[in-house]
Nanobody, 120 residues
Framework: QVQVAESGGGLVQAGGSLRLSCAAS????????MEWYRQPPGKQRELVAT???????NYADSVKGRFTISSDKAKNTAYLQMNSLKPEDTAVYHCHIFYRPPWYTSLDHWGRGTQVTVSS
């Protein structure tokens, strides 16, 4: 089994910062990529940022220059540093990973999410 657990969400004022963590554990041989998605209230889930095992990163246009994704391979953990937060960043933030278990090809797994609320 694989577990993906997000943490670090909370309530913050506009202009503030939060750092989210995503920890993956279980039957993981290697992680190919880790992604942060978010789902604002009443809207569809959207991709926020991606980091590959090679360290390549990509961001949604709406967060470029404000959010930074990073990872600690030894801990199978990804981070999302969110600065200059805006009310429109309010959402449930989910972590999504592509990984290889010891016995199979690539699989993926979602975390349950962490709430981020930005007040104006």
């Amino acid at each position: 089994q694989v577990q993906v657990a997000e943490s670090g969400g909370g309530l913050v004022q506009a202009g503030g910062s939060l750092r989210l963590s995503c920890a993956a554990s279980g039957s993981i041989l290697s992680i190919e990529s880790m992604e942060w998605y978010r789902q604002p209230p009443g809207k569809q889930r959207e991709l926020v940022a991606t980091i590959t095992s090679a360290g390549t990163t990509n961001y949604a246009d709406s967060v470029k220059g404000r959010f930074t994704i990073s990872s600690d391979k030894a801990k199978n953990t990804a981070y999302l540093q969110m600065n200059s937060l805006k009310p429109e960043d309010t959402a449930v933030y989910h972590c999504h990973i592509f990984y290889r278990p010891p016995w199979y090809t690539s699989l993926d797994h979602w975390g349950r999410g962490t709430q981020v609320t930005v007040s104006s």
